[in-house]
């Protein structure tokens, strides 16, 4: 009697080991969209949780390396996929792009993703996330498939970027002048907006990383972006969201930066005043400036945990 109770007792244990490890989700692998192979990464804590796709910021900037930076709480609570877009990380390594880069490529590719995740996961909605560029693909999701999205978490989004540039641009201008720098006040008096190439998009950028303390990025790498992504860029810039979404029909919450002059704040914020929602929330990170994910990802985590409790 009293092994056939410590086999049983053997056996549950062993049954409750395997349900806690099977509960736990980390899988790579690629999927076909948009014709081509992408590569995902999958992580949960939960069986059945609510899905969570995050979209990164660039355009062709993966995060798969750093998004458990910003993403490891949100892993007990979502299902998070995070993506390599197509011309990204291991999606790039796997296949190169099967036709020209253009907006609604990138727009159908996420949709695509979308239908997948829903099927798979026996959803009739996802949660969205996104950084940057990423925030705006969510933001145009969220205005364009409702139907499809049961939060938008927008994080730094470009709202109107070209507004977005020159606002910025006025606001270097004055940090140049202010700081009596005649390289900086000579170089960005040649910047156009919009940006007429790679070189006038690294001076801005570097100008600005200069004075909001933060590392530039080299030329060579801005020049090998701007062959692939600055027409994508330029025409996702072209977009104010405030003029063609002034209504979306599903939850959108805002996280900007109080010193993110990249995707500028006062932009998000006349936004979110204009904005007809079924929520409509914006949340500032005073800290902060564009990468608000990695400078304050604690308190990033538990306000969108927060907002899934309520």
Known sequence: MFKKLALIWILLVAFLQTRITFAKTNIQHSIKIGGIQQWIQIKGEKDHAPVLLFLHGGPGNSAMGYAHKFTNELQKHFTVVLWDQRETGKTLELNATNQPLSLSLMESDVKEMMDYLCARFLKEKVYLMGHSWGGFLALRMAALHPEKVEACFAISPMIAQF?????????????????????????????????????QIYIHRYWLAHFSKNKPVPLAFVERWAVSWLSVFKEASAIDFRLVSPTIDCPVFFFIGQNDYQTHFSLAKDYHHQLKAKKNELFWFNNSGHNLNLTEPKELQRIIVSLLKS
């Open 163 to 199: 507004e977005s540039e020159r606002l910025s641009l006025v606001w270097l201008r004055e940090q140049a002048k202010n700081s009596n720098n005649k390289k900086a006040e000579f170089e960005l008096a040649n910047v156009k907006m919009p940006f007429q190439n790679a070189h």
